[in-house]
């Protein structure tokens, strides 16, 4: 790698398969089980955090020797929701048609455990530029999964691809449902997105033995 | 020997400096971009109640406004009147539009309180259409409609918006495949008020009868649905007494 040394570019590889945020780390299942019924939400979202982590992130990390360690898991809150509130208001007052595609991703990134979990674990103890890239890491590997959990959502429960119907219409019963193919509605609703996460650790866990924990 | 940074007083002094310059840091924001928000607010309302009435520019199956610089401009000019309905006496009033919906449903639990119901009369090829605000509760927070109806209160256009239903799920409600499924149906049943309902196991889910009073609702969004129905049934009851006495002239 000539732009970033070996370690550096670890950073950010390593949390899109070995050291998932969410399927090795635990981190930021719930949001990937509440908006992933559609493939566009889910990487609206995965963008919003991208955002949110890899400034957040910087941000802590050049606060990190002057934060009281009694109170800062609070400093941290505060970072978050500062950044979240300010690109709601820029977006409210020169994109507004955006603003509101995202406006209800505002509360679920503050909320975000993975954001806490990078603040608390990583960025506190590190450089601004190994923090910044730790961010883009793992919110990248936090996006993979909501927009592979999000296809098949999508996919199996309306049919259709970013709005897009890709298998035909039901109601008219073209394409594959002339073969008596139906969608199921199922998928729609939050346990299939659990199962779907649970479905990617187990695939992941079968290919790579070390990443199954003994007990 | 004691870090610095785990003093008391340290700690003290940190949390008050942090808490004034995020405070001011974004009051100073708010404040600033004030004006930008309420104007794009001011446009937005234009715009779906320019959709409602069939003014817009949808595309294949997806639901698009005309563009705000647009606005203002068709806004006068397929908007004939601006009424306000306040109990059996409606005026003409050219800045209704902005009357606040939910301010107005706050105050008139106050039974004293006579509720200002904003209501707009466009004409689009030959056609008048009454446009009335509608605003209730989804599954998380709030749901408001933009619906256009005929002197009969049979439904012309509808345009649904909601501030954080699920994506996906409850969100759907402002898709064309929902919106559109209202135009055509009647509000009211033999003379009397009977709304239209979001109802599941719909026996009609290609929405071909349109005197049944249902729509049929969306998978995966129950609250948010009827939600909807509550608040066409509770809000567009209030302008029945208005339509009765356009039918009597």
Known sequence: MGLLSKKDANLILDPLADNNPITIQVLGICSALAITAELEASIVMAISVLFVLGVGNVVISLMRNIIPSKIRIIVQLIVVATLVIIVDLVLKAFAYELSKTLSVFVGLIITNCIIMGRFEAFALANKPWRSFLDGIGNSLGYGVILIIVGFFRELLGSGTLLGFPVLGDPITKTGLYAFGYENNGFMLLSPMALIVVGIIIWVQRSRNKALVEDH | ?249
């Open chain 2, 1 to 249: 020997m004691e870090k610095r940074t785990d003093k008391n007083s340290y700690t003290i002094i940190f949390a008050i400096g942090m808490v004034l310059v995020v405070g001011s840091l974004l009051a100073y924001l708010a404040s600033s971009l004030k004006p930008n928000i309420t104007e794009n607010k001011r446009l937005e309302k234009q715009q779906n109640i320019l959709y409602a009435m069939g003014v817009n520019e949808n595309e294949g199956t997806s639901a698009n406004f005309v563009s705000t610089d647009k606005a203002p401009q068709l806004f006068t000019e397929y908007i004939k009147k601006q009424l306000v309905i306040e109990g059996s006496t409606a005026i003409e009033d050219d800045k209704a539009y902005l009357i606040d919906v939910k301010k107005e449903k706050a105050m008139a639990k106050d039974p004293s309180y006579t509720r200002r119901l904003p209501l707009f009369v466009g004409e689009k090829d030959g056609q008048t259409f009454y446009i009335a605000p509608i605003r209730g509760k989804g599954l998380w927070d709030a749901v408001w409609a933009y619906v256009a109806m005929d002197e009969n209160m049979i439904i012309l256009g509808a345009y649904f918006d909601h501030k954080g239903e699920t994506p996906g799920l409850g969100a759907n409600i402002k898709q064309r495949f929902f919106m559109d499924d209202f135009i055509g149906e009647h509000l009211m049943n033999n003379g009397s008020f009977k709304g239209v309902n979001v109802a599941k196991g719909n026996a009609d889910p290609t929405n071909k009868d349109k005197t049944d009073n249902e729509v049929d609702a969306i998978a995966g969004a129950t609250i948010t649905g009827d939600g909807v129905s509550a608040m066409i049934r509770s809000d567009l009851k209030l302008y029945v007494p208005y339509f009765k006495t356009l039918k009597t002239n």
